[in-house]
């Protein structure tokens, strides 16, 4: 009972004050690893919790019961002194809180997910009338018209839609790095990662970690886009596309579920763009691979400090 009493305030630490650690981490690690923490910290919480409500549930003595137990001695102590049918309520309480949100999210991502996948196929029924289809990995739909626009959308497959003005404002390399922020989007599935967090925000509105995701990972996949892009082609070219396109006098119509390169704050975007380069592919992996544990690490190892304070302080008053 004492590891799950750890991984919960493991989780609602996670759940409480995420929002600001990875806001102050934001600004000073590449989109990539930030992204990385974001998602590393969503997935952390319903890992706590879910792992919190396997060791309730555990038939015996749960893995790594021995070692919190050591250091919150006082508060095992207590926990052995308890009739056991406080447990296998805590256990039958937790289980149920697990399943109700559980049965609450998946309801709300079907409805979600089947809303928007009637709202694409629509929008690509259209577009195969309205617009000429060049082939590719990715298809880019072109439509005949004046305003500078871009967006991407997912799907199987995924594909792009742009119109003809980017080649009226645009030079060619400007183009091609507008293209290429688009594919980032489809092969990095930023579009599902965004989604999901509106999901989350929706159904779990008064948590801060779930409420702050969308906006942030919105921003973070937009700015990991524009570093792919950049590596394609140059910084130049696509700060000179977003300074170009955004000064113009287009509001960049799109579909809000649609991701495109002329969205959110060009101004963050742009200074982003005259930052450090990547790190190498095998310096990145090992980055994003430790920053997305740090989410779960971290909070535990807070949780255990926390309840060994307690349970110090539990000693020293029973013994007074």
Request: aromatic content about 4%; hydrophobic content about 50%.
């Amino acid at each position: 009972m004492i590891v799950a009493l750890a991984l919960v305030l493991a989780a609602v630490l996670s759940a409480l004050t995420g929002p600001r650690w990875l806001a102050s981490l934001t600004r000073t690690v590449s989109p990539v690893l930030a992204l990385s923490a974001w998602i590393g910290t969503v997935a952390g919480v319903f890992f706590l919790l879910g792992s919190a409500v396997v060791v309730l549930i555990w038939p015996d003595h749960a893995p790594a019961e021995g070692f919190v137990e050591l250091a919150v001695r006082c508060l095992g102590s207590l926990q052995h002194a308890v009739q056991p049918w406080v447990g296998e309520a805590a256990a039958v309480a937790a289980a149920a809180v697990f399943v109700g949100a559980t049965v609450r999210l998946t309801r709300l991502a079907r409805r979600q997910i089947r809303t928007r996948s009637q709202v694409r196929n629509q929008h690509l029924d259209v577009l195969a009338i309205v617009a000429r289809r060049q082939a590719g990995p990715d298809p880019v739909m072109w439509l005949d018209h004046p305003l500078p626009l871009a967006y991407s959308i997912d799907g199987r497959p995924g594909y792009i839609v742009a119109t003809a003005g980017l080649a009226e404002r645009l030079d060619s390399e400007q183009q091609r790095a507008v293209l290429l922020h688009e594919r980032a989007h489809l092969r990095g599935r930023h579009h599902r990662i965004v989604t999901l967090c509106e999901i989350l925000a929706a159904a779990f509105p008064r948590v801060p970690l779930f409420a702050a995701a969308p906006a942030a990972v919105r921003m973070l996949v937009e700015l990991a886009a524009d570093r792919a892009a950049a590596d394609g082609t140059s910084p130049e070219a696509v700060r000179a596309a977003l300074s170009r396109v955004c000064g113009s006098d287009s509001d960049s119509p799109r579909p809000d579920w649609a991701l495109g390169v002329f969205s959110e704050s060009t101004t963050e975007r742009l200074r982003q763009l005259d930052g450090k380069s990547e790190p190498g592919t095998r310096r990145r992996a090992g980055a994003i691979t430790a920053i997305a544990m740090l989410p779960l690490l971290a909070p535990t190892a807070l949780a255990v400090i926390s309840l060994s304070a307690v349970s110090a302080l539990a000693c020293i008053t029973f013994q007074t």
